[in-house]
């Protein structure tokens, strides 16, 4: 059984490519709409959202290999993989055809997925990312992710660190990531989840699934939105430009005055694009 409409989601597990992947069921009526997070994120990034979206889809926000409380993996993370992990899913659990939206991450790796399954796929929403990344943007990411501390000897220690690198966030948004991107280890530490392995996705190896992706993208005829924050590090205006080109189903939204993460910038007019493109 899904989770009700309304109350908290249900914990739920699914054995894909031999790993086991975590994904919360929101419940919902309808259409299965799949959400995926950002690189180091998870499946709780979409707290806000998920619930309200519930009143139209029935919604499973996934955490993708490496991320959350799902497996990590010595086979390391090509964006094929993550494809073919999101592939497997929707085939166990028969969501064709289903709705995808992804963020960053999310959204690379739904490049890959639809390339290839574009018929499994109702619409798809691909939220500030494209085939390749600005060079400075990735370099932002691995400072900013790469350099934080391995762990903490507290929470409190935790929270001090969210405020300084954070201070924009309100206490709520800084709890509620804590909770749900930290654990405690063997030792009594507090470690982050997302395996650091993730990071050369955003390095020399992410960069070499350029051509890949890009092609990819070609081949993508599903329904398809982009979403651009206009101020975002991330995904290039030139990029999107390019998507649009090649994509014959394709539109986009810029989000005027908003950074990469648009769910946040901008909650309101984020759900009022999605609802209107799913209608189309």
């Given amino acids: 059984?899904?989770?009700?409409?309304?109350?908290?989601?249900?914990?739920?597990?699914?054995?894909?490519?031999?790993?086991?992947l975590h994904y919360l069921d929101w419940?919902?009526?309808g259409r299965t709409h799949v959400l995926l997070h950002g690189i180091t994120g998870n499946a709780h990034n979409w707290d806000s959202f998920a619930p309200k979206w519930a009143q139209h889809s029935h919604v499973l926000a996934l955490d993708q290999r490496g991320h959350g409380d799902s497996d990590?993996?010595?086979?390391?993370?090509?964006?094929?993989?993550?494809?073919?992990?999101?592939?497997?899913?929707?085939?166990?659990?028969?969501?064709?055809?289903?709705?995808?939206?992804?963020?960053?991450?999310?959204?690379?790796?739904?490049i890959d997925f639809a390339?290839?399954?574009?018929?499994?796929?109702?619409?798809?929403?691909?939220?500030?990312?494209?085939?390749?990344l600005p060079r400075e943007g990735a370099r932002n990411i691995n400072r900013r992710v790469g350099g934080r501390p391995t762990s903490f000897r507290s929470w409190e220690e935790a929270e001090t660190y969210y405020k300084e690198a954070f201070p924009?966030?309100?206490?709520?948004?800084?709890?509620?990531?804590?909770?749900?991107?930290?654990?405690?280890?063997y030792s009594g530490k507090l470690v982050w989840?997302?395996?650091?392995?993730?990071?050369?996705?955003?390095?020399?190896?992410g960069l070499k699934e350029v051509p890949y992706l890009w092609a990819q993208c070609a081949k993508i005829t599903c329904k398809t939105i982009i979403l651009h924050g206009e101020k975002s590090e991330i995904l290039a205006a030139e990029t999107v430009d390019r998507?649009?080109?090649?994509?014959?189903?394709?539109?986009?939204?810029?989000?005027?005055?908003?950074?990469h993460n648009i769910l946040a910038d901008a909650p309101g007019e984020y759900e009022a694009v999605i609802r209107d493109f799913l209608k189309t």
């Fill in 27 to 29: 419940g919902g009526k």
């Fill in 72 to 110: 990590w993996t010595k086979e390391g993370y090509p964006v094929q993989a993550f494809g073919s992990d999101l592939y497997e899913f929707a085939r166990q659990l028969n969501l064709a055809p289903f709705d995808a939206t992804g963020h960053s991450l999310g959204a690379r790796n739904l």
């Fill in 243 to 259: 998507m649009l080109a090649l994509m014959p189903n394709a539109t986009v939204h810029h989000f005027k005055g908003a950074t």
């Fill in 168 to 185: 924009d966030w309100s206490p709520d948004r800084q709890q509620q990531t804590m909770k749900h991107a930290l654990r405690s280890n």
């Fill in 1 to 20: 059984m899904t989770a009700s409409v309304g109350t908290a989601p249900a914990d739920k597990f699914a054995q894909v490519s031999g790993l086991k």
């Fill in 115 to 132: 390339g290839d399954h574009s018929d499994m796929l109702a619409h798809l929403v691909l939220s500030e990312c494209g085939p390749e």
């Fill in 193 to 205: 989840k997302a395996d650091p392995e993730l990071f050369w996705i955003t390095g020399s190896f």
